[in-house]
């Protein structure tokens, strides 16, 4: 199946006390398959998604319940969830809410938001948080539910009803193979050997032997879980023709309780060792625990679960990367290494290797046998810290491991042990500085000067990935602050008379940020008691796909079964970011065994370069490059292994051309842009500034985005050897233009062309123009070649190539009145396009049009600039430029507060459109449910008390502060021209009575086939069941218009709908005749009357358009509205943030299924957040861009989610404009994100305010928590930095 996790099951390791908690005889594992040697699976079983149950056979409860609970959107993250929660509960079958989150950390969905998945896991947990079902709520959105909405209206709180799941019975679960059983008992342990094309595995069963290999093969790697060195091979080349896996050895799996602490052997995995660290604190008292909590504490957020399963302790350790997390506290903490080579055997403490004491490197001979964790002794205090971009799954930015032991009964030092990851390319130990406080007090004069020698000891080198350098040296000291402030609470609670301890306010930051399992709500109003029960518009129907999507039987391009003789395509991209193309030499590459050939822009037939306006988009790079990423040649060949291997012998000779703009700012230097600039203006700027009382000018940054859709770019071009004709399986949303684009290249017509789309892995923008030049490629190479061509990119490669959402910098001139209104505004966005113009200027042009968002402005000019850049050019992305330009003026809405020193709500709430008014392009707008919106999210999130306990909170905790939020959304639907909203929709009803039912959308994750049966189901009359979609294909639909701009459902409905009507309208006769009679009677009459049972349904589109010149048009057909307030709790010394509370309320007209659309809603609304606190793009100073996969780039994860979460659907609203009165969702919640910005900014204020800073700050977009520490200053980022905030490397520009 395509994501790659599955459950490893294998016979107990003896020591494993999971495995002595259930009684079981096996024990079960999850693990990414993409990480798993097949030959360290010898005696396991595995199961993957299929195993788990399919539809075949039964679906398992976790399957149904994952689907019912409406818990797949595009379903690609759907096995991977199916597989850690099955897991689970194989070792718990009644786990609790922590266990169930934890067990979710490692994986990632990029579509719902995580809500609905974990609804789907209440329903297994002990302490049923589906508790919070019944009455609907958690107390505290219950309490602010105006009970007024009870009374007018039937809503609901329920989008699936438990009594429909089966129940689960562990009984009825696979067992472990009995013929692995039995030769686990009756097999004698012996090496093995596997002999592969070009390596060996050798897995031997004893420490001697393992010695004796090793000594033969002293460069071989031990491999154990492979998470180190599997990512090294697979990602960076490196290759090990013998690989040592020492797993099975009883010495490396020692779990050993001696006197003075725990012996751990290094092939114990991470999680083992948690385990058994967890038993250990239950079982000694607390004083012996103290370096087993520590070490507890780092495990707990190291890797994901799946990690931990195989990762092992021994591999964590002598790897010594600079991000280990236990390396430090387990330095710190005196553990000792026992180590092995031929004949040899000697101990050492860790510490000894990384503070550069005795004979302190392991030789290529020596193993890593054991670790021994000693016990703390009293007066010993030890700690574990940790900062990364992602507080779950993510490695750290700056960790430590801190130990001070006191003379007896004393508070003086002596000893004292710091250690620090994340600092130098290794652990590092401020030795120095232990050294120098020996026999100090622990005091106040200790921290200052600990400070000083810790920041002049460890030095923290800058690095061509551009880190953060003065981030990392604050971290270090803050750590350290930390430590004290624990230490001396510890002290109090030994001696209360002589240690007074710490400020009460100093309190909180001794509790660490934990994962709960969120509260949610949703609420949304009821269908009317009349409607049929068969009729399913209006309820919240699960995702036609979702069961599939659960037991891996969806299929995305890369489940198609091989064609014969089908070649794989890897390609080759610039490493260049302006150059020229001197010379490519394939020879190497065309000598790699299995290549077919290697095709460049010479063997496109007709089309490179496609010109939709004066740049060009081009398909193959032709004598020149102009960003790095960009596609030069690709090769084919039989495998895809082979054909990366190849690819990456291709050499390419460049000569650098100038110049090379990678920034906006270098492209207003360079005056490089892509035309036309676009502006708009509505009354007298000018004379308004005159008038105003205050003007404000300003600038912020937004950084860029990548679209991370869990399926990657992918084609597959098959030849169907006649006619020049080609079938194109494509994830994409647009296969018309796929179809254009590949006819084009291949100069053939558009009608030999057939391009097909079953579903798509998530798509979010990135798969319309950015496809259809991959299809090229692969069509191109298919054509040449004459055989099948499979092109699925890797994550790396889509990353680098494909571009994301446009970086924008917004330059504002604000003037406004003492009271707080805005009279004037002057703005300018200028946004990187990136290399080929794609759809920038429209992108430009869309964040004018909605830069306004909710307020009005009587006096408004703006310009878009679109740049030309030497980056990747970037393309469309849910919200198309308005997630941007809208928090421009969010960022500016909220500086005339600080300026006028009301809240930002009262600005928000004075400017706000109020009633019938003109939009800046002179639309009309009626306001009436933007107000709506705002004043029951007001209600909802008792936004006024709230924000009073938070102040409270603020005034009584001094290193933690909360900040809250409230942003409206007015978000206009409309694609700003009528033939670009056209729809056309096909419906056949077979004799038997089935109709199938296709349409020009395309199904990435929003659920448009579901809702299109839903309208062919209350048109036709006839349950959903009857109806079935196939694919979307030219074939059927000629000239579809992309999904795209939340229009999908608007558009195809209405096609859907006309063509049920033609239908039902020729049917009538038929049935007016017999009107007692059945459908399928009505059928066979109608094709024994000779009615045609097959018709085309069509929408023209909305008559929308944009007058430019005149800055006046009605480019949109209605808008949505919303309001979301957010609430946070940041941590003062770290940065890091947690996500309290969310509570929106959104207008989108009547949900023709309120479970897809709340799904819509919350999984933008996380994207969102991800865009404005996490997402970080990445490049070097030459324009190539370093995060390019899950480890560097972090998208929000299970962690992120607010702990309350509640989304209300705004009741009786109606859309004359749209399919049953709904309204378009797929974009708008994106931008409520930015509460969540807003609150981390408010809480930032509030720390800055108590320490007398300046009031007026820049925070730039992702406000991540390298900015958040930068803005908190205080003695420590003073200490570190005269001139903090310049670090920040990314290119938001
Ligand atoms: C997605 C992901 C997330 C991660 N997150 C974190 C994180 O948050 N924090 C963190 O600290 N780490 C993290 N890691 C790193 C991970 O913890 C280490 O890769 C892991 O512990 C290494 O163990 P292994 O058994 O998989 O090593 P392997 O890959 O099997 O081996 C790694 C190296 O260790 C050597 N080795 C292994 N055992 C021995 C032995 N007994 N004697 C001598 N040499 C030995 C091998 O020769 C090899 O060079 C992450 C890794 C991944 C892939
Ligand atoms: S449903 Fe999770 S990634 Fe699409």
């Known amino acids: 199946t395509s994501p790659c996790y599955q459950l490893k099951s294998q016979l107990c390791p003896r020591q494993n006390p999971q495995c002595h908690m259930t009684g079981e005889k096996t024990g079960h594992y999850s693990a990414n398959a993409c990480l798993l040697p097949i030959c360290c699976l010898y005696g396991a079983a595995v199961t993957t998604v299929e195993g788990v149950g399919s539809t075949e056979t039964r679906v398992h409860p976790v399957q149904e319940r994952l689907a019912k609970c409406h818990g797949s959107q595009c379903g690609f993250c759907s096995p991977g969830m199916v597989m850690s929660i099955y897991t689970l509960l194989r070792n718990y079958p009644e786990p609790t809410p922590e266990q169930m989150i934890a067990a979710l950390a490692g994986n990632l969905c990029r579509c719902t938001g995580y809500r609905p998945i974990l609804d789907a896991c209440k329903t297994f947990c002990k302490v049923s948080s589906s508790d919070d079902r019944n009455t609907g709520l958690c107390p505290l959105v219950a309490n602010s539910l105006p009970l007024l909405v009870f009374f007018l209206f039937k809503v609901s709180t329920s989008l699936f009803s438990i009594d429909e799941f089966q129940p689960l019975d562990p009984t009825q679960e696979l067992i472990f193979p009995p013929e692995l059983m039995r030769m686990a008992e009756n097999q004698p342990k012996r090496t093995l050997f596997f002999h592969g094309e070009r390596m060996t595995w050798i897995s031997p069963v004893s420490l001697d032997e393992l010695l004796d290999l090793k000594a033969a093969h002293p460069k071989a790697p031990l491999v154990v879980g492979n998470t180190g060195v599997g990512p090294e091979m697979k990602f960076r080349g490196v290759f090990h023709p013998v690989v040592i896996a020492p797993a099975r050895i009883p010495d490396l799996n020692v779990v050993k309780y001696t006197e003075d602490g725990l012996t751990l052997g290094a092939a114990c995995s991470l999680s083992v060792a948690k385990d058994v660290l967890t038993n250990a604190i239950s079982e000694f008292p607390e004083e012996k625990t103290k370096v087993f909590c520590a070490v507890l504490k780092q495990l707990r957020t190291l890797g994901g679960e799946q990690i931990r399963n195989v990762a092992s302790l021994g591999g964590n350790i002598i790897s010594r990367k600079s991000t280990s997390d236990l390396n430090p506290v387990l330095a710190a903490s005196n553990c000792v290494l026992s180590l092995a080579s031929r004949g040899k055997k000697r101990r050492i403490p860790l510490s000894d290797i ?40 993510a490695l750290s930015i700056t960790n430590a491991g801190m130990r001070v032991l006191f003379e007896e009964g004393t508070d003086i030092i002596k000893d004292l042990s710091i250690f620090y990851g994340g600092a130098a390319s290794t652990t590092v130990c401020a030795k120095q500085t232990c050294s120098a406080l020996t026999g100090r007090h622990w005091n106040e004069q200790t921290l200052d000067e600990a400070c000083r020698l810790i920041l002049k000891e460890i030095a923290v080198p800058g690095s061509a990935s551009g880190e953060k350098v003065d981030y990392k040296k604050t971290l270090i000291i803050s750590f350290f602050y930390r430590f004290f402030l624990e230490v001396l609470q510890s002290l109090k609670t030994t001696d209360p008379y002589h240690y007074p301890g710490i400020p009460v306010e100093y309190g909180s930051v001794l509790q660490d940020f934990k994962t709960k399992m969120p509260q949610s709500i949703q609420i949304y109003q009821d269908i009317e008691p009349d409607q049929s029960p068969q009729d399913p518009v209006g309820r919240p129907i699960m995702h036609q796909s979702g069961i599939k999507h659960a037991t891996g039987e969806a299929v995305y391009i890369d489940d198609l079964p091989s064609v014969d003789g089908e070649l794989f395509l890897a390609v080759v991209t610039s490493s260049r970011a302006h150059a020229k193309i001197v010379s490519i030499d394939t020879s190497e590459a065309l000598k790699v065994p299995g290549v077919f050939d290697v095709i460049s822009a010479h063997d496109v ?15 193959f790079a032709r004598n020149k490059v102009i960003c790095v990423g960009q596609i030069v040649c690709a090769v084919v060949a039989d495998s895809d292994v082979h054909a990366k291997q190849a690819a990456a012998k291709v050499k390419i000779e460049y000569e650098v051309l100038e110049p090379v703009i990678l920034t906006i700012e270098e492209a207003i230097k360079h005056n490089s842009f892509f035309e036309p600039k676009r502006k708009l203006e509505q009354g007298n700027v000018d004379q308004a500034f005159e008038t105003v009382d205050n003007i404000i000018e300003g600038e912020i940054h937004i950084g860029g985005q990548e679209h991370f859709y869990m399926e990657t770019q992918s084609v597959l071009a098959v030849p169907k050897g006649e006619d020049k004709e080609m079938d194109v399986y494509v994830s994409t949303q647009h296969p018309a233009v796929i179809q254009e684009m590949v006819a084009a290249s291949l100069g053939v017509p558009a009608n030999r062309i057939m391009c097909h789309v079953k579903r798509v892995g998530g798509a979010f923008g990135g798969k319309l123009l950015k496809s259809g030049l991959l299809a090229s490629v692969a069509a191109v190479a298919a054509k040449k070649t004459g055989r099948a061509v499979r092109f699925i990119l890797s994550r790396g490669d889509d990353m680098l190539i494909t571009g994301g959402r446009h970086p924008f910098i917004g330059k504002y001139k604000v003037g406004f009145m003492n009271d707080g209104r805005i009279r004037a505004v002057d703005v300018n966005y200028y946004i990187n396009g990136g290399c080929t113009p794609d759809e920038s200027v429209l992108v430009a042009a869309v964040s004018l049009l909605k830069m306004d968002n909710a307020y009005k402005i009587p006096n408004l000019r703006c310009w878009a600039y679109a740049c030309k850049t030497n980056l990747p050019s970037n393309t469309a992305f849910r919200g198309f430029g308005f997630p941007q330009s809208a928090l421009v003026t969010e960022t500016w809405i909220t500086e005339v507060a600080d300026k006028t020193g009301l809240s930002p709500e009262k600005i928000r709430e004075i400017n706000m459109y109020k009633e019938n008014e003109q939009t800046h392009f002179k639309q009309k707008l009626d306001p009436q449910n933007l107000i709506r919106c705002w004043n029951e999210c007001m209600e909802k999130s008792a936004y006024y008390s709230r924000k009073k306990a938070a102040n409270e909170f603020n005034k009584q905790n001094y290193w933690k502060k909360k900040g809250i939020a409230i942003v409206p959304l007015k978000f206009p639907f409309g694609l700003g021209t009528r033939y670009l909203s056209q729809a056309s929709a096909l419906v056949h009803i077979y004799t038997d009575g089935s109709v199938l039912l296709t349409h020009g959308g395309i199904e990435m994750g929003q659920g448009i086939h579901t809702k299109m049966i839903q309208v062919a189901s209350r048109e036709l009359n006839i349950p959903m069941s009857s109806i079935h979609f196939c694919e979307t294909s030219t074939t059927t639909v000629p000239n579809a ?48 009357q000779s009615v045609s049972l097959s018709a085309t349904g069509y929408f023209r589109g909305y008559n929308e358009n944009m007058d430019w010149e005149k800055g006046e048009g009605q480019p949109f057909t209605y808008f949505l509205f919303g309001a979301a ?169």
């Open 354 to 393: 990384f503070a550069g004491v005795g004979n302190n490197t392991i030789t290529p001979e020596e193993i890593l046998v054991s670790v021994h964790i000693p016990h703390s002794r009293k007066g010993e205090y030890v700690c574990a810290f940790r900062q990364a971009p992602r507080r779950e799954n």
């Open 605 to 619: 037939p007709a089309t490179n370069e496609f010109y939709y306006s004066d740049d060009p988009e081009i398909v």
């Open 1041 to 1088: 218009c992309a999904s795209a701009g939340s229009a999908g459902t608007d558009v195809n409905g209405m096609a859907v709908k006309d063509a049920c009507q033609t239908l039902l309208k020729r049917l009538q006769p038929i049935i007016n005749k017999n009107p007692k009679g059945t459908w399928n009677e009505w059928i066979k009459e109608a094709f024994e």
């Open 1125 to 1293: 307030c957010s609430e946070v709790e940041i941590n003062c010394l770290t940065g890091d943030h947690k996500n309290l509370r969310t509570d929106i309320v959104m207008d989108i007209g009547c949900s023709i299924n309120p479970a897809v659309d709340i799904g819509q809603i919350e999984g933008a609304f996380v994207q969102g957040i991800g865009l404005y606190t996490m997402e970080e793009l990445k490049y070097s100073p030459e324009g190539v861009l370093y995060t390019r996969g899950p480890d560097q780039y972090k998208i929000p994860a299970v962690c992120d989610i607010p702990e309350q979460f509640s989304v209300s659907l705004l009741s009786s609203s109606q859309n004359p404009h749209a399919i049953y009165a709904s309204k378009g969702i797929g974009e708008a919640g994106l931008f409520l994100g930015c509460s969540v910005f807003f609150a981390l900014r408010d809480a930032v204020t509030s720390v800055r305010n108590e320490r007398g800073l300046k009031t007026t700050f820049v925070l730039n977009s992702p406000l991540t928590a390298e900015q958040i520490r930068a803005s908190c200053a205080d003695d420590f980022t003073e200490m570190v930095t005269e001139s903090w905030g310049g670090v920040c490397s990314s290119v938001s520009g």
